[in-house]
């Protein structure tokens, strides 16, 4: 998928934010900024430095999701390469799961703790 992604960006678009992000470099106090040694791959994922990992299974990215909202992160922001389909897909596949794996984590801490005697 990440493949296909890098292959379909639109290179000035991405070597226009590369400029971008180089002139905002040259305004930090070190003059390069967090993104100056970042390659085109990095700079077509515009979140560079911030990266989910919410790539996988649908059981990898369900169980992401569950340590995120765990932590305490109420907003996850997704991209999708075919919106329509995939987002239906995540709907119908990976969402089921995050709520079946808070469901399960929110009996097992509603359950008493049995201390063997």
Do not use: C
């Amino acid at each position: 998928m990440l493949r296909e992604i890098i292959a379909k960006a639109n290179r000035p678009a991405v070597e226009g934010f590369h400029s971008a992000v180089q002139q905002a470099g040259n305004s930090t106090g070190d003059k390069k900024g967090m993104w100056a040694d970042s390659s085109f791959e990095d700079l077509v994922q515009y979140n560079d430095g911030f990266r989910t990992g919410l790539i996988g299974t649908p059981e990898q990215i369900a169980e992401r999701i569950a340590a995120y909202r765990k932590r305490g992160v109420d907003l996850i922001l997704g991209g999708f390469l075919h919106f329509q389909e995939e987002i239906e897909y995540f709907g119908a596949r990976v969402l089921p799961l995050v709520r079946e794996i808070e469901a399960s984590e929110r009996d097992s801490a509603d359950s008493p703790v049995l201390i063997p005697a």
